[in-house]
């Protein structure tokens, strides 16, 4: 199976931008998870979906949201960006969420001048 | 505060070494436990996990790790390190509640 792929790998936005960033699940998985991934925070957990529905959100401000679409596919998107979003995000994806085992992708590194 | 603590930052050994990392945790109730690993330049990977049943576990690359409930620690071992074996070790903790915890990691060197 194909492992779980983030859309970009790689991205450069200013201050008070916003971006949006993709992930596909492994095949057949249901629930994705956004987590971000900074030196000083270490892995910080974001948001998880399942069946399009948000079940779970970490402390993170109202700027940062997602989706999930019906094939499993999610989106995440950051609004009016700042300096200390930098960070690389990577997505999880797991059969059914909760205790399951999350599988990650390789993350999207953004950098926000 | 609900927490997961690594012990060490940082780590430097030299192959054939035995290498043991600590892994705490303030969660009570049941917990699943793992041991991700990340590469350099590579993605997050999952060494082992423990659900339930038998509190050694064994995962890959000759990793193990014990599961010891009254001292809510989930510490990982292998006996001899290999260069190869440098990497960023993270401890995680899912209390059933849709996400991982993470520990902030411990980089681990492994001299040739």
């Known amino acids: 199976k194909a492992g779980v792929t983030q859309t970009p790998r790689y991205l450069i936005k200013t201050r008070g931008q916003q971006v949006t960033l993709s992930c596909s699940p492994i095949s057949g998985h249901r629930s994705v998870s956004w987590y971000q991934q900074t030196p000083g925070q270490g892995l910080q957990f974001l948001f998880e979906?399942?069946?399009?529905?948000?079940?779970n959100k970490g402390n993170f401000p109202g700027r940062f949201s997602g989706r999930q679409f019906s094939n499993s596919r999610s989106e995440m998107n950051v609004s009016t960006l700042e300096l200390g979003d930098s960070a690389l995000y990577l997505c999880a994806s797991s059969p059914g969420g909760g205790a399951d085992t999350q599988y990650f992708g390789p993350g999207t590194r953004l950098t926000v001048l | 505060a609900q927490s997961v603590s690594q012990h060490n930052h940082h780590v430097i050994l030299s192959e054939a070494a035995s290498l043991e990392l600590g892994c705490n945790y303030s969660?009570?109730?049941?917990?699943?436990l793992f041991w991700y690993v990340q590469y350099p330049g590579q993605h997050l990977q999952l060494l082992l996990k423990?659900?339930?049943?038998?509190?050694l576990v064994k995962g890959i690359k000759g990793f193990e790790a014990e599961f010891i409930k009254s001292k809510f620690s989930f510490n990982l071992r292998k006996p001899s390190v290999q260069w190869s074996d440098t990497a960023e070790y993270f401890c995680?903790?899912?209390?059933?509640?849709?996400?991982?915890?993470f520990g902030a990691g411990t980089t681990v060197t492994v001299r040739a």
């Open positions: 969660y009570g109730g049941t917990v699943n």
């Open positions: 423990y659900f339930s049943g038998d509190p």
């Open positions: 995680a903790v899912n209390p059933n509640d849709y996400k991982l915890s």
């Open positions: 979906y399942f069946s399009e529905t948000q079940r």
